[in-house]
């Protein structure tokens, strides 16, 4: 009897183990990180970068409800917005960040590539715009926050009377945005207007 509890005790403790139930909850939460797997060619999107005669004129912001701090739609004060060139390499990344993107895995591009891009800040007006761009085909980012404005009714007392006493009470929750766009320059001295939304 006492040979037999023995090795069932052992068993019920590994299966129980805190050690073995904490690595089986991480392994789950791990978070994994995926790059494209093709060479960047650093070459050809520095080409797409040099100055050329173009220009690329925007505007950027978020449609939102009427309870929202900006009652309706909100413009991008002061926001940066990332121009990247669209290469073979960066068409990966975003294929892949479509297809695989979750709250567990996380898809990035090169430290490399990441370094061919082109940065400006909208205006008050939401107003932004890149100069002296060559023809060719482009990816826009922008990450923004709006604020949207709440209140409710909430029970603050009685009196000898059963009679209940409310007041207003306000509160505001912020949202974030990854706003993204591709966009194409056709021909040199033009204008590409574009909205990111």
């Known amino acids: 009897m006492k040979s037999l509890f023995y090795p069932a005790f052992i068993m019920l403790a590994a299966a129980c183990s805190p050690v073995k139930n904490a690595d089986k909850r991480a392994s789950k939460n791990e978070i994994q990180n995926l790059y494209p797997q093709q060479a960047f060619d650093s070459l050809s ?35 940066k917005i990332t121009l990247y060139p669209v290469t073979p390499y960066f068409m990966e990344w975003y294929e892949l960040r479509e297809k695989k993107e ?17 940065e400006t800040t909208s205006d008050n007006y939401g ?20 604020t949207q404005r709440y209140s409710q009714d909430v029970e ?42």
């Open 127 to 146: 107003r932004f715009v890149f100069e002296k761009m060559k023809p060719g085909k482009y990816f826009l980012q922008a990450f923004m926050t709006t």
């Open 45 to 79: 999107a520095k080409k797409m970068l040099t100055y050329g005669t173009a220009t690329i004129k925007g505007i950027i912001f978020k449609k939102t409800d009427k309870m929202t701090i900006g009652g309706g739609k909100t413009y991008g004060t002061g926001v």
């Open 156 to 197: 603050v007392g009685t009196n000898s009377y059963g009679t209940r006493f409310y007041q207003k009470e306000r509160y505001s929750v912020s949202k974030n945005h990854r706003l993204e766009q591709f966009i194409e320059v056709k021909n040199e001295n033009e204008i590409t207007e574009v909205v990111l939304r």
């Open 102 to 118: 979750d709250k567990r895995t996380r898809v990035f591009i090169s430290d490399e590539a990441f370094r061919y891009r082109l």
